[in-house]
């Protein structure tokens, strides 16, 4: 008898479940084209190759992103800058860079290793392609134009929701500098891609007066 | 034999084939649809007005897939064991009346595939004979997840196959004692369960007028120990552990692809419906019910015992569909003691319990 009611327990809950779903409510699953859901702040989607203000690449080219990556999956060349007319502030530029998003696992380690900043997340993740050379993205895909524009591989698609591409990820601003709780919300990177301008960093004292009376 | 009478025959075998078929591909995707549902889920939602057709497009996929021939299978069994588990399927519900017999000119047509006079033991023999079809499937794979698959439907079709025999016997011994002699035949089980219990127990007429001269009322113990069977012999979750995915890939059909696993899926179904079509059958009083014959129009009442039956039959479908989403598979000893030790026993005490009362009402008490 303790297993028949044991039983009853149970189908208790699967049974009310069911009338709560066919009441319409407690849905957890939507109706994915239709209706996109809400994407939390950190989400990680492609990446973006940034460019500074000034419209210089962020990019130095130094490998530090392809060191760093799990899945092996960027390939980086660099090259002397041009001191005429350099393609970033730095000696050298990423000459090739290529990700190929089939590996990538979308850990954003690279956009932890990053030095500059130059390579980060956005809340872009519809990348289906019917074939395997357009999943690898290569600089023309994924380096943003001087206005600060990403470009879609395919703009065309109905899926294409330019707007996610122009959020990031949120990682930076979120745990920079120190994991310190304090500066949650402290614009210390810059909080889009693109070439807007950003708070200017808090002052050293600034910083102090913020992380008082915290052990961190 | 006339040729009107071979007509009706034809005629009977394929309304009986066309309704299961039909129902059948209802009820993959009604399964679908309500597990979604209690796992908060949408379920199947493209094909058709709410996915409806879901189930056509993935035949239609399955159909037009490769079916894959692993190099080390026994060729002849493993193209044999889906068709095995097929035809016994549905020649179980073939037994199973679905409606009340009307009249087409002079001649009587019986809703019913067939009327055997040995129908349950028939089926009996029938739902043995589906697990040939998946210890077969598992041997001849020649692979060793489907052998472990085929080797569990064994000991698990022959330990819930008695129980599920007796408390068939516990019914049709019952039912013996509801006119006149004992039979096996679903059609006269039926037959014998029309009208309430007024009529047979005039103590109680007030309150007895109103209940159904069902089986589930004196065999309820048998009914509970018969759902259980039937779960486990349809190897359904939480009995499932013939397919146990986390576990044994796919069970017995790891091997099957295209239409050859469609048959399987098929018959699973199939199964699930004709199990419960004949749970209702025997213990729910199949397609009786009131009719309402001369104050509603005669179409109507000739097909309010179909969708009685449906009713019922569903009712326990839905529960099959219920359970699943609710238990989790048992652990293999767990199955096998809630068999043997549980299942088996309670089916004989009852059986043995129904033979006393059965005879003492007919012969009167020993010390009377
Ligand atoms: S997100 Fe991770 S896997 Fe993807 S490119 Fe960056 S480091 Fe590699
Ligand atoms: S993206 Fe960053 S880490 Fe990678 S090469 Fe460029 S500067 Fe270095």
Known sequence: MGLLSELWRGLKVTGSTMLKTIGGSGLVTTEYPKEMRHKPQRFHGRHVLNRYPDGMEKCIGCQL????????????????????????????????????????????????????????????????????????????????????????????DELADLDELNTADGWLRATAPSGVAAYEGVQMWQGTPGAASWDPEPSQEERDRASEGDDG | MTWAEFWIIILRVVLTFGLLLVLTIVNVWLERKVVADMQSRIGPNRAGPYGILQTVADGLKLFFKESVTPRKVE????????????????????????????????????????????????????????????????????????LIGGVRATAQAISYEA??????????????????????????????????????????????????????FPQIVAFLIFLIAIVAET??????????????????????SGMRFAMFFLAEYVNIFSMSAIAATLFLGGWNGPTFEGSVPAIISGILPTVYFLLKTYAIVFLFFWIRATLPRLRYD??????????????????????????????GVPWG
């Open chain 2, 235 to 256: 190897n359904r979750a939480p009995f499932d552990l013939v397919e146990a995915e986390q576990e044994l890939v796919g069970g017995f059909h790891t091997e099957y």
């Open chain 1, 65 to 156: 992103c392809a060191g760093a990556c799990p899945a092996d999956c960027i390939y980086v060349r660099g090259k002397e800058n041009d001191p005429e007319s350099p393609v970033s502030p730095g000696e050298r530029y990423g000459y090739v860079y290529e990700i190929n998003m089939l590996r990538c696992i979308f850990c954003g380690l690279c956009v932890e290793a990053c030095p500059t900043e130059a390579i980060t997340m956005t809340h872009l993740f519809e990348m289906s392609t019917t074939n395997r050379q357009d999943a690898i993205y290569t600089r023309k895909e994924l380096l943003m134009d001087e206005s600060g524009k990403v470009p879609h591989m395919f703009p065309d």
């Open chain 2, 75 to 146: 060729l002849g069994m493993y193209v044999l064991a889906p068709f095995l588990a097929v035809v016994p399927a549905f020649l179980i519900f073939m037994m199973v009346p679905w409606g009340a017999p009307f009249m087409i000119g002079d001649q009587e047509v019986a809703l019913q595939g067939a009327d055997l006079n040995v129908g349950l033991l028939f089926i009996l023999a029938m739902s043995s004979m589906a697990v040939y079809a998946v210890v077969l499937a598992g041997w001849s794979s020649g692979s060793k997840y489907p």
């Open chain 2, 334 to 363: 767990q199955l096998m003691s809630l068999g043997w030790k549980r299942l088996i026993p309670g089916a004989l005490g009852w059986l043995i319990l129904s033979t006393f009362v059965i005879a003492f009402r007919q012969f």
């Open chain 2, 163 to 216: 129980a599920m025999g007796l408390a068939m016997v516990a019914v049709v011994m019952f039912s013996a004692t509801q006119g006149d002699g004992g039979t096996l035949s679903l059609a006269e089980i039926v037959e014998r369960q029309s009208g309430t219990w007024g009529d047979i127990i005039p103590a109680f007429e007030p309150v007895a007028r109103f209940i159904p001269r069902w089986n589930i």
